[in-house]
Nanobody, 114 residues
């Protein structure tokens, strides 16, 4: 069964940046659209960014121009660069395919606060 392990979260001040990483085990990501999702307290999980196997990227409007998703097939890893972070970006961030292809990993907490 596929395993997803996210890392890189933390506490950052508004306007700061973070780099998230997702290691995918037991499934080769090269054929899939991969995505980052987030879930804020009391909110439903939402897809924030995706990248197709050919490289096309899509973003939810609230993160356009601030987040950049990328993938490294040699490392079977998906990354998310986040900058100009806002308090409303606070959430647990998860990676998975789009559509989802396996159980959710533990996620990584991102807290944007002064």
């Amino acid at each position: 069964q596929v395993q997803l392990v996210e890392s890189g979260g933390g506490l950052v001040q508004p306007g700061g940046s973070l780099d998230l990483s997702c290691a995918v085990n037991r499934r080769t990501i090269s054929l899939y659209t991969m995505a980052w999702y987030r879930q804020a307290p009391g909110q439903q999980r939402e897809l924030v960014a995706s990248v197709r196997s050919g490289g096309r990227e899509d973003y939810v409007d609230s993160v356009k121009g601030r987040f950049t998703i990328s993938r490294d097939h040699s490392k079977n890893t998906v990354m998310l660069h986040m900058e100009s972070l806002k308090p409303e970006d606070t959430a647990v961030y998860y990676c998975n395919a789009d559509p989802v292809f396996g159980p959710w990993g533990p996620g990584t907490q991102v807290t944007v606060s002064s």
